[in-house]
């Protein structure tokens, strides 16, 4: 049981230079999310993706474009890396496709440093 | 906007000590509330959750109580072992207006628990 998979685990950029971080998901959970961690800010939002279809902003969506691929996949896109990115980065899915008692499954996390 | 407030850490106690982790709330209407728990190095794993006022959730031996009338969430468990040591984050979800189904996380609560 898979569950939740993100790829890369690590990944070192400077600045300038653009990745794309990738999440499947074998669930076939209908909402799919990306969260940073920081320390002391918990996690914040970045994008979510409500259905296979759409996607919309989160609570910090600047520098940061997705890609609902379909209902699986869910990818997110640093187009310019910058240091403020630097940060571990989840990726979520949820099966109720947005009800109030919302639960998570999240991947393992991806570790990104910006020189 | 929603927001969700979780003591400072981090908490170190003693194995068997009694835990207690305080979590508050702002949120209009009447959210979900929840405790995740992340262990070293993997992802955010669900603990527990209560979807109305007065719910008590449960899981391997944590509790919390959904309390309206002071808008908290307090973790607590009994007797802790070394096992429990990770970062214990404190959330909600709103099934309401442009919120609906996001989770907003406190910042985290480390918890070390020595033998």
Same mark, same amino acid.
């Given at each position: 049981?898979?569950?939740? /998979?993100?790829?890369?685990?690590?990944?070192?950029?400077?600045? *300038?230079?653009?990745?794309?971080?990738?999440?499947?998901? &074998?669930?076939?959970?209908?909402?799919?999310?990306?969260?940073?961690? &920081?320390?002391?800010?918990?996690?914040?939002?970045?994008?979510?993706?409500?259905?296979? *279809? /759409? /996607? &919309?902003?989160?609570?910090?969506?600047?520098?940061?474009?997705?890609?609902?691929?379909?209902?699986?996949?869910?990818?997110?896109?640093?187009?310019?890396?910058?240091?403020?990115? @630097?940060?571990?980065?989840?990726?979520?899915?949820?099966?109720?496709?947005?009800?109030?008692?919302?639960?998570? @499954?999240?991947?393992? *996390?991806?570790?990104?440093?910006?020189? | 906007?929603?927001?969700?407030?979780?003591? #400072?850490?981090?908490?170190?106690?003693?194995? #068997?000590?009694?835990?207690?982790?305080?979590?508050?709330?702002?949120?209009?209407?009447?959210?979900? +509330?929840?405790?995740?728990?992340?262990?070293?190095? #993997? !992802?955010?794993?669900?603990?527990?959750?209560?979807?109305?006022? =007065?719910?008590?959730? %449960?899981?391997?031996?944590?509790?919390?109580?959904?309390?309206? #009338?002071?808008?908290?969430?307090?973790?607590?468990?009994?007797?802790?072992?070394?096992? =429990? %040591?990770?970062?214990?984050?404190?959330? +909600?979800?709103?099934?309401?207006?442009?919120?609906? !189904?996001?989770?907003?996380? !406190?910042? !985290?609560?480390? +918890?070390?628990?020595?033998?």
């Amino acid at each position: 049981n898979a569950g939740v /998979t993100q790829t890369p685990k690590f990944q070192v950029l400077k600045t *300038g230079q653009s990745m794309t971080l990738q999440c499947a998901q &074998d669930m076939n959970h209908n909402s799919m999310y990306w969260y940073r961690q &920081d320390p002391g800010m918990g996690l914040r939002l970045i994008y979510y993706s409500a259905s296979e *279809g /759409t /996607t &919309d902003k989160g609570e910090v969506p600047n520098g940061y474009n997705v890609s609902r691929l379909n209902k699986r996949e869910f990818s997110l896109r640093l187009e310019s890396a910058a240091p403020s990115q @630097t940060s571990v980065y989840f990726c979520a899915s949820s099966e109720l496709g947005g009800s109030g008692a919302n639960v998570l @499954t999240f991947g393992a *996390g991806s570790r990104l440093t910006v020189l | 906007g929603n927001s969700v407030t979780q003591m #400072e850490g981090p908490v170190t106690l003693s194995e #068997e000590a009694f835990l207690t982790i305080n979590c508050t709330y702002t949120a209009t209407g009447y959210p979900s +509330l929840f405790w995740y728990v992340q262990y070293p190095g #993997e !992802g955010l794993q669900l603990l527990l959750k209560a979807t109305k006022a =007065d719910d008590k959730g %449960s899981n391997k031996g944590f509790e919390a109580t959904y309390r309206k #009338e002071t808008t908290s969430f307090h973790l607590e468990k009994g007797s802790v072992q070394v096992s =429990d %040591s990770a970062v214990y984050f404190c959330a +909600l979800s709103y099934a309401g207006g442009t919120s609906y !189904g996001k989770l907003t996380f !406190g910042q !985290g609560t480390i +918890l070390t628990v020595h033998p």
